[in-house]
């Protein structure tokens, strides 16, 4: 199947939060998105708009970097907020449930690169690149039908 995708590009800080309000509007339990890029590039950033714009009570959403994983209840289901950067082994990823989580949750990764083999062939795949200080490109890039309609609603400029 023909890749599909589309590029954001120079958004700011503001933008890109905006997107991940944007995004969190049509997601549902089993959708993964996968968050790739370097440290610093926003990964981070466009989970915490996205998150917080679905959660049933207001909270803080720090960065998983330490915890790993993040679990919240939200208006669309359960969600895992996931950073892979310190594992050290796939074998963690089933361990943390993460295999089990793709199934039944929503899912935001980062550092997908560590998912090797368990990386969900239908996720929804943002590419961060940080050339200026400032603003951030970001590519989007799917296989999977299911993404479709969000080129559509971005060009429509909702
Ligand atoms: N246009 C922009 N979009 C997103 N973040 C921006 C932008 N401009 C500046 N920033 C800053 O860049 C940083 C992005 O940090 P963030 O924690 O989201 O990165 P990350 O990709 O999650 O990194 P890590 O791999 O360490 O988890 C923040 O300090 C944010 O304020
Ligand atoms: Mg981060």
Redesign the pocket.
């Known amino acids: 199947m023909a890749g599909r995708g589309f590029q954001l590009s120079d958004?700011?800080?503001t933008?890109?939060a905006a997107f991940g309000v944007h995004l969190a509007r049509n997601l549902c339990a089993g959708d993964t998105i996968l968050?790739d890029?370097?440290?610093?590039?926003?990964?981070?950033?466009?989970a915490r708009a996205l998150i917080q714009s679905i959660l049933i009570e207001p909270e803080d959403v720090p960065?998983p970097?330490f915890t790993l994983s993040q679990v919240y209840e939200t208006v669309r289901g359960t969600l895992w907020h996931t950073?892979l950067?310190r594992i050290t082994s796939e074998n963690e990823i089933e361990e943390l449930g993460l295999t089990e989580a793709f199934e039944t949750a929503i899912c935001l990764v980062?550092?997908p690169d560590r998912l090797g083999v368990y990386a969900p062939k239908d996720a929804l795949v943002l590419n961060?690149e940080?050339k200026n200080?400032?603003?951030?490109n970001v590519h989007a890039i799917w296989t999977s039908p299911r993404w479709d309609k969000l080129k559509e609603r971005v060009h429509a400029g909702s």
Do not use: C, I, N
């Open positions: 958004v700011s800080e933008e890109l968050l890029g370097p440290v610093g590039a926003g990964k981070t950033h466009l960065s970097t950073d950067y980062e550092w961060f940080a200080y400032d603003t951030r």
